[in-house]
């Protein structure tokens, strides 16, 4: 094996370990980039080096961008009595695509689990209540997926907050659905519809 067919199969393999794609796909998609090399693959290459020098972790929500505070919890316009507790940071994503919510955001990194021993102290959960203790919280939205292990989290979140209104998502978002695979009018629907816990 030469070095070229390497470094292409090694593409091909780092690829194929994306979501949605298998080594079938990641093969098209690398001789679509190796054919559209000066349009596609140069750029792709050089902001993939640059989001992977910046990108972090929000260290207030938890979003990903590329400052230690993220746009959303900076900027002036956003409702700040307001935090929607999310799963991860592709729902926060899902979202702001809808455009509805102005608040803030809070993203757990992934539910209550007795099953897979994820605890609160794994979750963002203690960061979350640190937030509402020192910033004036008037409403707690919890838009977690209607799992089982995301409606234990919803219980036991509303739980730890005795005097904050906590509501959640309501009509439009399925028994075992995940918001990222939800399309802007549903959210738009459920966010309307949220309901006290």
């Known amino acids: 094996m030469t070095q070229g067919t390497q470094d292409l199969d090694n593409l091909i393999a780092l690829l194929a370990k994306l979501p949605g794609l298998g080594p079938r796909s990641a093969r098209r998609a690398v001789l679509h980039l190796i054919k559209k090399r000066s349009l596609v693959l140069t750029p792709l290459a050089a902001a993939m080096h640059k989001v992977g020098a910046t990108a972090r ?29 999310v799963e991860d940071v592709a729902d926060l994503w899902a979202m702001e695509r809808s455009g509805v919510f102005k608040g803030r955001y809070h993203v757990l990194g992934g539910t209550l689990s007795a099953l897979d021993a994820v605890g609160p102290e ?12 020192s910033e004036s919280i008037t409403e707690i939205i919890l838009a977690l997926g209607a799992t089982i292990d995301g409606q234990t989290t919803a219980h036991y979140i509303a739980d730890q907050l005795p005097g904050v209104v906590v509501t959640s998502l309501a009509q439009g ?7 990222d695979y939800l399309d802007d009018g549903t959210i738009t629907a459920a966010l309307n519809a949220r309901k006290p816990i």
């Open 57 to 85: 972790e929000c260290l207030n929500c938890g979003n990903i961008g590329t400052t230690d505070v993220c746009d959303i919890c900076t900027a002036d316009k956003r409702n700040t009595g307001q935090i929607c507790v």
């Open 122 to 133: 794994e979750l963002r959960i203690p960061k979350l209540l640190d937030r509402i203790a």
């Open 173 to 179: 978002v399925p028994v075992g659905g995940e918001l």
